[in-house]
């Protein structure tokens, strides 16, 4: 091989070494769940949302996380949990009933 075909060759991997590094550190999108409820009132509509949410792809802890918050019916609670998922960096915030 020639120092120039090296060169170029050596070249294109360095070029690309960055974005395959990259592509392999991407972080898992996070979806932040907020609810008055409590998980025991909810499954129903947790079944239904991780339904919906597979039969568009995302399948959770596969390639999406989600962040749970359950008031339990003590609905002063909602604003100090909504901040701690906005904190979080959650890419979307869902509000259950």
């Not at 294109?12 to 769940?33: F, K, N, S, T």
């Not at 509509?45 to 399948?59: D, N, S």
């Amino acid at each position: 091989m020639r120092r120039r075909e090296f060169l170029g060759v050596m070249g294109a991997g360095l070029a690309a070494w960055p974005r395959a590094v990259c592509g392999q550190h991407q972080a898992m999108p996070v979806i932040g769940y907020l609810s008055s409820r409590s998980l025991g009132d909810s499954a129903a509509l947790v079944a239904a949302f991780r339904k919906g949410l597979g039969e568009a792809g995302f399948i959770e802890g596969q390639n999406v996380a989600i962040e749970y918050r359950w008031a339990e019916g003590q609905y002063d609670r909602l604003p100090a949990q909504a901040a701690d998922l906005a904190r979080q960096g959650v890419a979307v915030l869902v509000r259950g009933e």
